[in-house]
């Protein structure tokens, strides 16, 4: 038994690793442009990504359906915003705070009409 935690343990650790890394929105071993390979490079970056792909699947939902284009379209413009900083990782950071203060305005404006 004393043998058998260790081999699951190192069993488990290399069924993870073979596992694809991918950020929420994208495949990482996909990842070809610059501002994506940074992504998936960097724990923080990918952890910002997840976090606005997340609240962005909120938002796109619990909008109405008069706002939901807008969204959709002000996600493409960021993406493409996010795309122009390269592999640069401050610029991409500040790209991921702006993107998380538009959607969380967005959430905001939600509950303060909604039935919550």
């Known amino acids: 038994m004393r043998r058998l ?10 069924m ?7 950020a929420a929105s994208f495949d990482c071993n996909r990842a070809r442009a610059p501002d994506e ?5 960097n724990r923080a970056l990918n952890d910002q990504d ?9 938002t796109r939902h619990l909008v109405p359906m ?5 969204i959709m379209d002000d996600q493409r413009a960021w993406l493409q915003a ?8 401050a ?13 969380n305005t967005v959430m905001e404006r ?5 039935p919550f």
Do not use: F, M, W
């Open 37 to 41: 390979k940074a992504i998936c490079a």
């Open 91 to 103: 610029c991409l950071a500040r790209s991921y705070d702006q993107r998380l203060g538009e959607l």
């Open 110 to 114: 939600v509950y303060s009409h909604g």
């Open 16 to 22: 993870a690793a073979a596992l694809p890394a991918a």
């Open 66 to 70: 008069g706002g939901r284009g807008a």
């Open 5 to 14: 935690i260790p081999a699951l343990v190192l069993a488990a650790t290399c």
């Open 82 to 89: 996010r795309k122009s900083c390269g592999a640069n990782r």
């Open 50 to 58: 997840v976090r606005v792909d997340q609240l962005y699947d909120i």
